[in-house]
């Protein structure tokens, strides 16, 4: 994603994978957040064993799905506007079918079927594995939906198919859903409640990357930090677990440390983490392990207290102010990056100047920033009126991007003169003389090519930099290769 924006990145179509055999044509799209790109991955993998492979090219597709994100208005409007797309192409290719994957689908259910009449199938997050039969109710020419969902980690016996990295980086989902009911969310309800995975089917998807030369990988869940595995199971049924399960249970510190020693040379990230659920084993855990990067991603929302409790955050001001200052004692240079909502109903400006105030107090690496958007079925949807003018929104939204730009700088600025460790993920955007990785603090490096190679680990000293992007000169090869 885009570090300093309002709105999250357009969809990506997946990179055409073949399985020899293969004869039918499937085209994937992915909006929204990384949880929708890996859920993805899943899905190619499924209908890899029927009989589909991966393209790019929508007009020869026989399967087009796209996975969707309902956690703003905007982005249910810009898959709208794809299904326009979809629906000009399958005009002149009367075999091609349409399917819509993901929250959204969750979220309109049947209506998908009448709203949009180019959609032949629904299907939620938790029912991919019923892709197969899905799939042939539609070429017997029924429509088709399944969005049940599921109280267990559904696809935690399932090799994705690598689509969306670049042989270098890579997904590793260790829960799914979410508990924490915040007022303004969809999640809850589109994906159901929150359950974790087996670590050892985490440990083998960890293996199997590095085996086939990830460099790597990051732990992914809608909130990483409640990671709790103790046999099965809702976290809700831990209290009923027995004294052995209890005593053996794996939280996501533990968790953490596995994953480090089990794979030594590999990078490790996670994300999100909830200001309420993240413990100080987890901070200790990172600055332990010199594989698990010093880098988290804290959403904080809202710099007021009393917004906070509208928004059902389970954290007050000081309290994400008092874990910024623990971090910091912990792990020294690690980078923080947010998350916000400006706008929310019955915000003052007064209230949104004290997140200007928490912005200035922490000065994050970076940041993800957007406006209210009322989404349908929540509790601030149902309670509280969005009575935030549009203009209002957008002023303040405005406020907190060049503030956050302003902090942006001042952290970039800190390494001119260091030497870091960045893992090449690609060639520049700008230049194809350049490489571009980042560093622990996930800040994007770029520096000269000479002679390393994509995924190689180089010590790079930053000479310049500019509000998101460090550069400077390779000086060799880290010990880490």
């Not at 293996?207 to 046999?231: P, T």
């Not at 332990?288 to 809202?302: D, G, V």
């Not at 000479?450 to 995924?455: H, T």
């Not at 000293?461 to 460090?470: G, M, R």
Request: glycine share 6%; aromatic share 8%; proline share 3%.
């Amino acid at each position: 994603m885009e570090k300093i924006i309002d709105e999250k990145k357009q969809g990506q179509s997946l990179k055409v994978n073949a399985k020899e055999g293969n004869s039918r044509k499937l085209y994937i799209e992915s909006y929204g957040c990384q949880m929708n790109f890996s859920d993805s991955e899943i899905v190619a993998s499924i209908l890899a064993k029927e009989g589909y492979n991966t393209t790019q090219n929508l007009e020869e597709a026989d399967l087009v799905l796209v996975n969707t994100c309902s956690i703003r208005d905007k982005a249910e409007q810009t898959v709208r506007k794809r299904l326009e797309k979809y629906n000009a192409v399958k005009r002149l290719n009367s075999k091609m079918k349409v399917g819509v994957l993901g929250c959204m689908a969750e979220r309109l259910k049947e209506k998908f079927l009448d709203e949009e009449k180019i959609v032949d199938m629904v299907v939620g997050p938790d029912a991919y594995k019923d892709l197969p039969n899905l799939i042939k109710e539609i070429e017997s020419g029924r429509d088709a939906v399944n969005v049940v969902l599921s109280k267990d980690e559904t696809y935690g016996d399932i090799s994705p198919v690598r689509l969306a990295t670049n042989g270098i980086n890579a997904l590793v989902s260790i829960t799914r859903g979410c508990d924490n009911m915040c007022t303004f969310c969809v999640v809850p309800f589109t994906r159901g409640r929150e359950r974790s995975r087996d670590p050892q089917s985490i440990l083998e998807e960890v293996n199997d990357l590095a085996s086939k030369g990830y460099k790597e990988i990051m732990l992914l869940g809608q909130n990483v930090d409640s990671y709790l595995w103790y046999g099965g199971g809702l976290k809700k049924d831990f209290k009923n677990a027995s004294e052995i399960e209890k005593a053996t249970a794996t939280s996501f510190s533990n968790l953490l440390a596995l994953v480090a020693e089990e794979q030594p040379k590999m990078r490790i990230r996670f994300s999100t983490s909830n200001p309420q659920d993240m413990t100080e084993d987890v901070l200790h855990t990172v600055a332990k392990y010199p594989n698990i990067c010093n880098y988290i991603h804290l959403p904080f929302q809202s710099g007021n207290t009393r917004i906070l409790k509208e928004m059902n955050r389970q954290h007050t001001r000081e309290e994400y102010m008092a874990l910024i200052d623990k971090i910091n004692e912990i792990i020294p240079n690690c980078g923080i990056s947010q998350d916000i909502i400006t706008g929310f109903p019955t915000e003052t400006e007064e209230e949104h100047q004290e997140t200007i105030s928490l912005l200035e107090y922490v000065k994050f690496h970076f940041g993800f920033m957007f406006k209210y958007s009322e989404r349908p079925g929540t509790m601030a949807a149902r309670k509280l009126e969005d009575d935030i003018p549009e203009e209002v929104k957008k002023r303040r939204l405005t406020e907190i991007v060049d503030a956050q730009r302003t902090h942006s700088a001042y952290r970039t600025n800190q390494f001119i003169g260091q030497t870091v460790e960045v893992l090449i993920e690609r060639e520049s955007k700008k230049s194809d003389q350049h490489w571009s990785g980042r560093n622990e603090q996930s800040l994007v490096v770029v520096f000269p090519k000479e002679n390393y190679k994509s995924g190689d680990f180089v010590m790079v000293k930053i000479n310049d930099c500019t509000s998101a992007t460090l550069k400077g000169i390779p000086v060799g090869l880290s010990d880490n290769n």
